[in-house]
């Protein structure tokens, strides 16, 4: 089994930081690109930011500079550091990894976390 799973969401004023974890665990040989969504209510998902397995990162237009996505291969985590918050940026957040399970050549499949709720609020 694989699972993630994220954590480090809440609430956070204005202006303010969060700083999002994806830890994925089970029976993982590696994983490939990564990243990371977002869904706010009423809005249909979109590309928060895609991280590539070579390390080149594609950000959605709305961040502007404002957040850093990261990964580290040996922990099967992504990070995504959220700065200079803004109220649009309240959604629920969803990373996900594209996981060869068991050995080297095993077919890579995208497992997606639970989603975390990001409240900017004044």
């Known amino acids: 089994q694989v699972q993630l799973v994220e954590s480090g969401g809440g609430l956070v004023q204005p202006g303010g930081s969060l700083r999002l974890s994806c830890a994925a665990s089970g029976n993982i040989y590696s994983f490939l690109n990564a990243g990371w969504f977002r869904q706010a209510p009423g809005k249909q998902r979109e590309l928060v930011a895609r991280?590539?397995?070579?390390?080149?990162?594609k950000y959605g237009d709305f961040v502007a500079g404002r957040f850093t996505g990261s990964r580290d291969n040996a922990k099967n985590t992504v990070w995504l550091e959220m700065n200079s918050l803004r109220l649009e940026d309240t959604a629920v957040y969803y990373c996900?990894?594209?996981?060869?399970?068991?050995?080297?050549?095993?077919?890579?499949?995208?497992?997606w976390g639970q989603g975390i709720q990001v409240a900017v609020s004044a």
């Open positions: 991280i590539m397995d070579a390390g080149s990162i």
């Open positions: 996900y990894l594209t996981i060869r399970s068991g050995y080297s050549s095993a077919y890579p499949k995208t497992y």
